[in-house]
């Protein structure tokens, strides 16, 4: 069943109303008819199960058959902010984050960051991550969209961080799983999380002296560790995020 998104005004009573880019996708690309089953999003956080009713040049128009009530989405707010990677495995990272529950994703220039991005190439890189999130969010049929965020400097990203009631740092030179495995067991199932990963190079000395003295003053930030192996930076995001899923998604 195909995953679709609207404004909270496009749903009228027991009819939902698509516009824009998604009527070509579905009447010309999907070659949908009518008495299709859909399933559509709005930007209150509502999913209906719906069937075709109509599909013209300009409009699609969907009966709501059921709310879906159990939606899809966990009770946890998770921010993944992520070190700005080399070459297209941003794109990778964004995709599976989103598939895997992140409400948020906020890329950080780190000192071991290959990637430097002025703000004109910072724009447009957002703004296809921000496709590449919607894309996923429909195929995982999600029913929000997760907002890509424009880069942020490693101090900025802490200061957003402790905004969060915890936030994870998985770290290489963390040992011992079992203290992973109780931080993530004392998630409460209403808490924001801040998930916040290395580039390439890792976080320097630095940058993790930091998150010391961010968690000495406020209590809510901790390295973790991912095992005895070292992940590459796009697989240590995804590897937490799986471990919060079977933790959270009850």
Not at 37 to 50: E, H, L, P, Q
Not at 57 to 65: E, L, Q, T, Y
Not at 208 to 237: K, N, P, Q, W
């Amino acid at each position: 069943m195909y995953q679709f998104f609207v404004e909270s005004t496009q749903v009228q009573g027991d009819e939902i109303v698509i516009t824009g880019s998604d009527v070509n996708h579905i009447g010309n690309v999907l070659r949908m008819k009518a008495g299709e089953k859909i399933r559509v999003s709005d930007s209150a956080g509502k999913s209906y199960f719906c069937g075709i009713k109509e599909i013209t040049p300009d409009m699609v128009r969907a009966g709501i058959d059921r709310e879906d009530e159990l939606g899809t989405e966990l009770s946890n707010r998770i921010v993944l902010f992520q070190g700005l990677p080399k070459a297209d495995k941003m794109e990778l990272i964004i995709q599976k984050a989103v598939e895997l529950g992140a409400s948020e994703i906020i890329p950080v220039a780190m000192k071991n960051c290959v990637v430097k991005l002025d703000d004109k190439k910072a724009a447009a890189k957002v703004s296809r991550w921000q496709s590449i999130a919607e894309s996923a969010a429909k195929q995982s049929k999600r029913t929000l969209i997760p907002t890509v965020k424009m880069p942020v400097s490693w101090k900025e990203a802490l200061n957003l961080a402790k905004e969060l009631d915890i936030t994870l740092v998985p770290y290489e030179n963390e040992r011992g799983m079992q203290a992973t495995r109780e931080i993530i067991g004392g998630i409460d199932k209403q808490d924001s999380i801040g998930v916040m990963i290395g580039p390439e190079g890792g976080f320097s000395d630095a940058e993790i002296a930091m998150v010391d003295e961010t968690h000495a003053d406020c209590g809510s930030f901790h390295r973790i560790s991912l095992g005895r192996r070292i992940l590459r930076t796009e697989t240590a995001g995804l590897a937490t995020l799986a471990m919060l899923v079977y933790q959270l998604d009850i």
